[in-house]
């Protein structure tokens, strides 16, 4: 009996074990399924970076753009520089999230610029006046705005993340921060920090989320969030950047893609569909700039030159004044 009642309670313990460990084995083989199926490498930037010689797998780069192994600089901290990094591989992918992590740094401590951007645009390796890249595109720009001298007042701080869907009718206001045409945007504290920083965009069931890390607590925390956002596949991802009379380092670590499920409502042909949004954020006044005050170098030199004219002005009198009396004095003799 002693040793029939050891036996008995020795399976239960022994299936329980067995039961947690399988579900634990299968638990981590479908988180691996899951990372293997999902992680697009094609669509991915990360270390180590270069290919044969000093290319990029899935990925062209211009202007400024260079490549280490700790980081893909766009820009560095010098003024007026361009550079941009495309993914070659269009995106068939209906549902989508990109994580990317980024560094952006430099010298300045009140003034810094410009600010780079995320692309799902039609058009790649094009240069332009919106943070490196063309204007009047048609797609979706994820910009962070680190530049805050611009014209009119300011509802929000700089740095600023915002989102732009464009039809190639909308052109960017670099003088409204593009506010008359961002679909929502948040501020952000993301520039001269010391650890990476992380910014997630997700595109799911024609909802665009995008999500930030910016104090390393390894969670996301929501900055803009859109119904009603329509993007075709068939487009590309990419980063640009661009510096003026200000400047800054703009680094990519890593971009990584993640396929998402697609429900069958949204299993369509979207190649041909037009980009655009439900709703926009009302825009705000444009007002011009203030004129700037003269310094006071030019107020010194105005200044001088007006008792300049003033002493001009007294000798001519003086000597007016002198010339008339002689003249009354002849005629008196």
């Not at 008359?180 to 520039?191: D, M, S, V, W």
């Not at 799911?204 to 925390?221: A, I, Y």
Request: hydrophobic share 35%.
């Amino acid at each position: 009996m002693y040793g029939h009642s050891r036996t008995r309670d020795f399976f239960p313990a022994a299936l329980i074990t067995g039961f947690l460990v399988t579900t634990l084995f299968i638990r981590q083989s479908v988180q691996q399924n899951d990372y293997n199926d999902y992680l697009k490498r094609e669509h991915s930037l990360f270390k180590p970076y270069q290919g044969s010689g000093m290319t990029i797998p899935y990925w062209d780069f211009i202007g400024t753009t260079f490549v280490t192994n700790s980081y893909v600089r766009l820009t560095p901290d010098l003024q007026s520089k361009n550079g941009a990094i495309w993914n070659h591989v269009p995106c068939t992918s209906i549902n989508w999230e990109l994580q990317v992590n980024f560094k952006v740094h430099g010298h300045g401590k009140d003034l810094f610029g410009d600010g780079f951007a995320l692309w799902y645009a039609r058009d790649r390796l094009q240069t332009g006046a919106v943070f490196g890249s063309k204007d009047n595109f048609l797609g979706l720009a994820i910009i962070l705005d680190t530049y805050s001298n611009h014209n009119g007042p300011h509802n929000h701080q700089h740095p600023y993340i915002s989102a732009m869907v464009n039809n190639g009718s909308l052109s960017y206001d670099h003088d409204r921060d593009g506010t008359h045409t961002q679909l929502a945007g948040c501020e952000a504290k993301f520039r001269n920090v010391e650890f990476d920083t992380q910014l997630s965009v997700r595109y799911e069931n024609d909802v665009l989320t995008v999500s930030t890390d910016l104090e390393n607590k390894g969670s996301w925390k929501e900055c803009l969030r859109v119904e009603g956002v329509k993007l075709p596949t068939g487009y590309y991802f990419g980063a640009s950047a661009t510096t003026g009379d200000l400047s800054d380092n703009h680094d990519i670590i890593s971009i990584k893609f993640y396929e998402l499920e697609a429900p069958s409502l949204l299993a369509e042909d979207r190649r041909q569909i037009v980009p655009s949004a439900a709703t926009f954020e009302a825009p705000r006044e444009h007002r011009d700039d203030p004129k700037q005050g003269m310094s006071n170098v030019k107020i010194f030199f105005l200044i001088l030159l007006m008792m300049l004219i003033v002493v001009v002005l007294v000798v001519i009198g003086i000597m007016f004044y002198q010339k008339h009396k002689e003249n009354a004095r002849k005629r008196f003799y």
